[in-house]
């Protein structure tokens, strides 16, 4: 296996919440279901907030860019 330490960081245009620990994840495909996850938590744990206009910027351990996914992709529009 080929196990790789991504980052997930997460913004919008007044915070940003930078992922100095990381993850290990087992291959590059891995890296948007561990995204996801990334996206539903903070969306459970710090309540009321309009995630809409955030992103998760996911980057590897040489700080090149990944992917990025918008936050309201992953949640989808809210009722």
Known sequence: MNMTQMYFHCSNTK??????????VD???????HATQVVQSLAKTR????WRDWVLDVSDNLGDELFV??????L???H
């Open 15 to 24: 915070k940003a919440f930078v992922d100095r620990c990381g993850a290990v």
């Open 27 to 33: 291959d590059l495909a891995e890296a948007p279901h």
């Open 47 to 50: 309540g009321l907030e309009d």
């Open 69 to 74: 996914a918008a936050f309201a992709f992953v």
């Open 76 to 78: 989808g529009n809210p």
